[in-house]
């Protein structure tokens, strides 16, 4: 129960303040007559649910499409990261080409990607992950260099192995950094899943906002809108219980979100 009170007292004005944008909103357009084809209120947005969209089914396939993506680019991210920091020739050798490849517009690889693929959660998954890729692999790749060069000589000097220095000092010292680009990647995630649900896709709340577009159905657009940020944030909470979890102690953490 204190620690439900503790969590409460931080958060108060956060959830103030989303109360408040709420509010506002509500009160915009019932006192400024906007037609609702234009912005619906919140109340319509909400009553919205209870349309023939298959929401559940829609917001499931978003979902795996996001946590997919986001998912293999920890995977690669902190695994390239690793390789790289245990091989300078690597690292100088493939880095530019990667970051080389990320200059592509996702926009662009799409209907090649679709072309690979071709319809379905995967060319979503892969174009996601393609987005929120990069900042992971740059964050840990830096969280693993900035180690003391003094303390690896340490731990070398005493017959450490190379798996042993990763995991009792690399690791943990670049932990804070691999959280940060994970933090970063979540938002890009969730742009490249919808990214990939515009270009092409026969299912999801992207094409399902493209589908309501045709009929001005700007409830239905404007919940989509929102579960979609529904999903974004609980995967971006899911990645800070992790971080209160793993790094434990570190007052770069304190106040941060």
């Given at each position: 129960?204190?620690?439900?009170?503790?969590?409460?007292?931080?958060?108060?004005?956060?959830?103030?303040?989303?109360?408040?944008?709420?509010?506002?909103?509500?009160?915009?357009?019932?006192?400024?007559?906007?037609?609702?084809?234009?912005?619906?209120?919140?109340?319509?947005?909400?009553?919205?649910?209870?349309?023939?969209?298959?929401?559940?089914?829609?917001?499931?396939?978003?979902?795996?499409?996001?946590?997919?993506?986001?998912?293999?680019?920890?995977?690669?991210?902190?695994?390239?990261?690793?390789?790289?920091?245990?091989?300078?020739?690597?690292?100088?050798?493939?880095?530019?080409?990667?970051?080389?490849?990320?200059?592509?517009?996702?926009?662009?690889?799409?209907?090649?990607?679709?072309?690979?693929?071709?319809?379905?959660?995967?060319?979503?998954?892969?174009?996601?992950?393609?987005?929120?890729?990069?900042?992971?692999?740059?964050?840990?790749?830096?969280?693993?260099?900035?180690?003391?060069?003094?303390?690896?000589?340490?731990?070398?000097?005493?017959?450490?192995?190379?798996?042993?220095?990763?995991?009792?000092?690399?690791?943990?010292?670049?932990?804070?950094?691999?959280?940060?680009?994970?933090?970063?990647?979540?938002?890009?995630?969730?742009?490249?899943?919808?990214?990939?649900?515009?270009?092409?896709?026969?299912?999801?709340?992207?094409?399902l906002m493209l589908q309501v577009q045709v009929t001005l159905?700007?409830?239905?657009?404007?919940?989509?809108?929102?579960?979609?940020?529904?999903?974004?944030?609980?995967?971006?909470?899911?990645?800070?219980?992790?971080?209160?979890?793993?790094?434990?102690?570190?007052?770069?953490?304190?106040?941060?979100?």
């Open positions: 129960m204190e620690k439900f009170a503790n969590w409460l007292r931080r958060y108060s004005l956060a959830i103030f303040i989303h109360v408040l944008v709420i509010a506002l909103w509500q009160f915009w357009v019932v006192l400024g007559d906007v037609p609702s084809y234009v912005a619906p209120t919140p109340v319509d947005t909400a009553m919205a649910i209870f349309s023939n969209y298959d929401w559940t089914r829609n917001t499931l396939v978003t979902a795996a499409e996001i946590f997919g993506g986001y998912f293999l680019a920890v995977i690669f991210g902190v695994g390239l990261a690793l390789i790289f920091s245990w091989s300078r020739i690597l690292s100088s050798t493939f880095m530019p080409l990667i970051v080389s490849a990320n200059m592509i517009p996702k926009v662009a690889l799409g209907p090649i990607i679709i072309v690979w693929f071709s319809y379905g959660l995967w060319p979503n998954i892969m174009i996601a992950f393609s987005i929120c890729f990069l900042p992971i692999l740059l964050t840990t790749e830096r969280g693993l260099s900035e180690v003391e060069p003094d303390l690896l000589d340490l731990v070398r000097s005493l017959k450490g192995s190379r798996w042993q220095i990763f995991t009792k000092i690399q690791l943990p010292g670049s932990l804070p950094y691999i959280f940060s680009g994970m933090k970063v990647a979540v938002v890009l995630a969730v742009a490249g899943a919808i990214v990939g649900e515009f270009i092409a896709s026969e299912e999801g709340l992207g094409y159905d700007t409830a239905a657009s404007f919940l989509a809108v929102f579960l979609i940020t529904l999903v974004g944030v609980a995967l971006y909470a899911i990645v800070l219980i992790l971080e209160r979890l793993f790094v434990v102690g570190d007052r770069r953490l304190e106040g941060s979100y």
